[in-house]
């Protein structure tokens, strides 16, 4: 399936499921994983992550001394595969449930559309992708965007914020449960549907 160019000036990817959350702890894995675990047998699915790099050599978005994930970046984007099934990172959860392949992409925030270019040319024109971000919505429209967010009102990242119109649905999650009807989600001919 071919890229285009939408009329808001970013690509347009109908193969991808995109799933922003309105902070953390929201049940945006979980959500990811069921989607793989539940349309792995109609199509092979390369599940996605998106790290926003605000600025090299910066300082931690969460605070204290952090991971090195983002002060490790020296290119404008970095794709690497995950191989490793076993463990607690959202990578490996995604590779767990079934995603023939799972990429993560960290992106200077001021690339994201080279980024995002670079990750549609690494995911291939002929396979579905479920991809966790809020800020890779600024650069790719997807076939379907789904903003999850707290039963209960909470604090919402600015990143959320800046694309929160631009959702096809909101989903409430309790972090494990979702106010989502699965029927709802389908995919025809190499592209994610939501049917309203």
């Not at 390369?46 to 926003?52: A, E, M, N, S, Y």
């Not at 605000?54 to 204290?64: D, M, Q, T």
């Not at 966790?132 to 707290?150: C, D, H």
């Amino acid at each position: 399936m071919k890229n285009l160019e939408s009329s808001e000036g970013c690509v347009v990817a109908p193969q991808m499921l995109l799933l922003g959350s309105t902070g953390r702890d929201c049940g945006k894995t979980v959500f990811a994983c069921e989607a793989v675990r539940r349309f792995r047998a109609q199509s092979k699915i390369v599940g996605v992550k998106v790290t926003t790099v605000e600025e090299r050599n910066g300082k931690c978005p969460h605070g204290g001394l952090g991971c090195g994930t983002c002060s490790s970046l020296a290119e404008d984007y970095l794709i690497t595969e995950e191989t490793e099934a076993d463990g607690h990172k959202d990578t490996q959860r995604l590779l767990a449930s079934g995603a023939d392949r799972v990429l993560w992409l960290r992106v200077l925030c001021e690339n994201m559309e080279a980024g995002a270019r670079a990750l549609l040319e690494a995911i291939g024109p002929d396979r579905l992708a479920v991809c966790e971000s809020n800020r890779l919505r600024t650069a790719l429209k997807p076939g379907v965007f789904l903003m999850i967010q707290p039963q209960t009102p909470s604090n919402i990242k600015g990143s959320a914020r800046s694309v929160m119109d631009l959702a096809d649905r909101q989903v409430f999650s309790d972090g494990q449960s979702f106010d989502f009807n699965w029927g709802d989600l389908e995919v025809q001919d190499g592209r994610w549907i939501l049917n309203t």
